[in-house]
């Protein structure tokens, strides 16, 4: 299975488990990517910015693609090789690829700054992990610094042919998908699937503004899988109802620099992984952290069963 520009729905940004001492957690991987397969995702994203992927030795990295190949049950793997150079993004490419991973996603390095340096840029990393392969433009700015336009998003979508998706998580964005989407219409922009991701901060208008669906690593995953189903029904009040009972765990999980830590901690008291661990140098939460979001947990659960934890 190859990733596709119909790809749609729901690829949960998988985070790395770690014991406390730095090791991977493999029994938590399995159970992971179990737990995305068992609630409906249509696919998973791995090794990516939440997925501590600078982190991890090489045969590690591999070694989780693998494992996520083997348990999701053939939905699509989509495998974040963004690099400093080429040549170990090529070799993680390829060697995913011959994995049976579905596609890779490739985010721009920070020192870019015009349009022509950054349609160059996928030009030259589409030619080094070769044109079977189809990869995912990461417009995260808010990262990497790296601007992105409307019309630079169309000219590496139409440069390249293996580009197949773009993962939207400007912000503000919703103009950005309203105008591609436009160009679509028109016959402007080729065929190229939109999600969304930003922890899912926006995905109530973003699905209305014309996204695919989501693609980012909250602790509730069922809840984007939710909001996509009931938006692409047209059941908006239905949709905006569910995501603003999750809005203030949230907003807590949005936080730069603790996002990875919360979601870890919640997903540790639900049970899917062992310990909340980040591999150093990462942070963990204070005590009192803990109490907050635990606070919240139980607030949701008032609306949200999911969130009895």
């Keep these: ?11 949960p940004i998988a985070p ?60 699509p793997i989509v495998v974040g090789v963004s690099a400093p150079g080429f040549a170990a993004m090529r ?10 991973a579905a596609g890779v996603m490739i985010a721009p390095p920070s020192a870019l700054r015009t349009d022509d340096q950054i349609v160059t840029y996928y030009a030259q990393a589409a030619d080094a992990i070769g044109a079977d392969v189809p990869f995912v433009v ?10 992105m336009t409307p019309g630079v998003i169309r000219r590496i979508a139409t440069d390249n042919a293996n580009c197949v998706m773009l993962k939207a998580e400007d912000w503000p964005g919703l103009e950005k998908i309203s105008t591609l989407r436009k160009w679509q219409a028109e016959g402007a922009l080729k065929p190229m699937s939109i999600l969304v991701a930003n922890g899912g901060l926006f995905l109530d208008f973003e699905m209305e503004r014309g996204a695919d669906g989501s693609n980012t690593g909250y602790a ?5 899988i939710d909001v996509v189903r009931f938006s692409k029904a047209g059941a908006r009040d ?23 830590a919360v979601r870890k901690y919640v997903l540790m008291r639900r049970g899917v992984l062992t310990h909340d661990a980040q591999r150093k140098p990462g942070a963990g939460l204070s ?5 907050e979001v635990d606070y919240l947990l139980q607030r949701l659960a008032r609306v949200d069963s999911r969130a009895r934890v």
């Design 16 to 75: 790395t488990p770690f014991a406390p001492d730095g090791a991977i957690d493999w029994a938590s991987v399995d159970r992971l990517f179990d737990f995305y397969s068992r609630i409906g995702s249509d696919g998973v994203t791995v090794l990516g910015i939440m997925g501590e992927a600078p982190k991890l030795e090489p045969q590690e990295s591999l070694a989780i693609v693998k494992r996520a190949v083997a348990i999701m049950g053939g939905k």
């Design 238 to 260: 239905r949709a905006h109802d569910l995501f603003d009972a999750h809005l203030p765990l949230l907003r807590y999980e949005q936080q730069p620099g603790a996002g990875l």
């Design 91 to 100: 070799a993680l490419a390829r060697e995913a690829m011959e994995a049976g």
């Design 220 to 224: 509730f995953p069922e809840m984007l």
């Design 138 to 147: 990461q417009d995260y700015p808010l990262i990497t610094s790296v601007v």
């Design 1 to 11: 299975m190859k990733l596709a520009p119909t790809a749609a729905g729901v690829f």
């Design 287 to 291: 005590a009192t952290a803990k109490a």
